[in-house]
């Protein structure tokens, strides 16, 4: 017998005759002989609608009211779900996230987990009763509802499989697993048995939009297993698991890619002690992210130039807020562009193995691709890139690190 979370997305619980579906898989795994608690987002669709609801009245919205509005799809399905078990002769109950509570820090709209009150639920569990949480939803120290940030659901279930402690924790979704890149941009990707917490926090990072990142976080500071796995079939999807449960490790697990990247160029910045402060202090207060930064070495002695990428959602502020500091800073001229993507290498196997970097710059050379920042960490290697090369880059690199399946 073992401990269970099973976590549906939204297009797992999109309409009634899917919770029934899920319903049934549910159904599977008590008779299977095990303890489940199940985790629901909203119907696809619902929360961009409820959102929309809220910035139609006010785009500068009061974000406990925001939150009010938000969670409120979580509930349909909850209640829904538990019923559907119910119609199956499965006991279940539903809760949201005040009621077990799922205790959250107090910042609306994005709020942490702190803990989760869970043995009522266990007690439950133990005597046969299946628990549907409402994902994406906790109450904050000021007694209100609050919500976890977009895609939150999974780190509810992640949370949830860590104060239980669940043997297990599986995240069904419309894809099946985690893959060596994109298959729609490369159809012979692969799919992955295993991958480590800390390359798939690099791939949520990056983009691939499997698990949101702070669930990652928590499987890995929890070490709690984490299955991403599709709701429509039964094949075995991607577990997420510690490095030492992988036998044999891949050098490169995968390619990843981000569109949301624009970059600015500062040039002729006096080259002094205090202008990185300087620049970034500002960006960092006006909580724009910042991800990869070069600094030219200074011909003169006197000045250099400074690029650095953000979010191309912030394009627009981040300008603003260098030019407001033109004066402070002294540099002469600022540059932007839009129009760039990162591609990203990753994989553990990268800490015991020279020549990965050299592979991807070969690889890309070789398709005249011109590489304009590039950043590393002990997993990753990240290149910008111009948009237009996105998939030829993806592609050869899949090639040159021999990752399509036979
Ligand atoms: N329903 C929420 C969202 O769409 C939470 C989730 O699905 O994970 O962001
Ligand atoms: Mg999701």
Not at 87 to 100: D, H, I, N, T, Y
Not at 248 to 269: F, H
Not at 361 to 386: D, P
Request: hydrophobic fraction near 40%.
């Amino acid at each position: 017998m073992a401990r269970i979370v099973k976590k549906f997305g939204g297009t797992s619980v999109a309409d009634v005759e899917k919770i029934q579906n899920v319903a049934r898989r549910i159904k599977k795994e008590v008779d299977a002989g095990n303890q489940v608690a199940v985790v629901v987002s909203a119907m696809a669709g619902v929360t961009n609608q409820l959102v929309k609801y809220v910035d139609d009245i006010n785009r500068l919205h009061d974000a406990r009211e925001y939150d009010v509005v938000v969670a409120s799809g979580e509930q349909v399905t909850s209640g829904l779900t538990a019923l559907a078990l119910q119609k199956l002769g499965v006991p279940a109950r539903s809760w949201l996230g005040w009621q077990l509570p799922v205790h959250t820090d107090g910042v609306h709209g994005k709020a942490r987990i702190a803990d989760i009150d869970s043995e009522e639920i266990i007690r439950r569990m133990e005597q046969g009763e299946v628990a549907v949480v409402a994902g994406f939803q906790g109450i904050g120290p000021d007694g209100r509802v609050t919500t976890l940030g977009r895609g939150g659901s999974d780190t509810s279930a992640v949370a949830l499989a860590a104060a239980i402690k669940a043997d297990r924790c599986d995240i069904h979704t419309d894809v099946d697993g985690v893959y060596t890149t994109d298959p729609r941009i490369v159809p012979k990707a692969r799919k992955l048995n295993k991958i480590t917490y800390e390359e798939m926090l690099e791939l949520a990072s990056l983009g691939a939009k499997v698990l949101q990142t702070r669930s990652v976080e928590l499987a890995m500071k929890y070490n709690v297993r984490t299955q991403v796995v599709s709701s429509f079939t039964d094949e075995p999807g991607t577990l997420v698991v510690n490095e030492d449960e992988i036998v044999e490790k891949e050098i490169i697990s995968g390619i990843a890619y981000s569109r949301d990247e624009a970059k600015i160029t500062l040039t002729g910045v006096a080259d002094r002690p205090g202008v990185a402060a300087g620049i970034f202090g500002p960006l960092a207060d006006a909580s724009i992210n910042v991800d990869m930064i070069v600094q030219n070495v200074s011909l003169d002695g006197k000045t250099t130039d400074m690029t650095f990428t953000v979010g191309k959602t912030d394009l627009e502020r981040a300008l603003l807020t260098v030019e407001a500091k033109k004066k402070d800073l002294g540099y002469s001229q600022v540059t932007s562009d839009p129009k760039v993507v990162k591609v990203s290498v990753i994989g553990v196997g990268m800490r015991s193995h020279a020549g990965i970097a050299q592979t991807m710059f070969t690889a890309l050379a070789e398709k005249g691709i011109n590489i304009q920042v590039i950043s590393t960490s002990e997993i990753k290697v990240s290149v910008l890139i111009a948009e237009e090369y996105l998939e030829l880059a993806v592609r050869a690199l899949h090639d040159a690190y021999g990752l399509s399946g036979e």
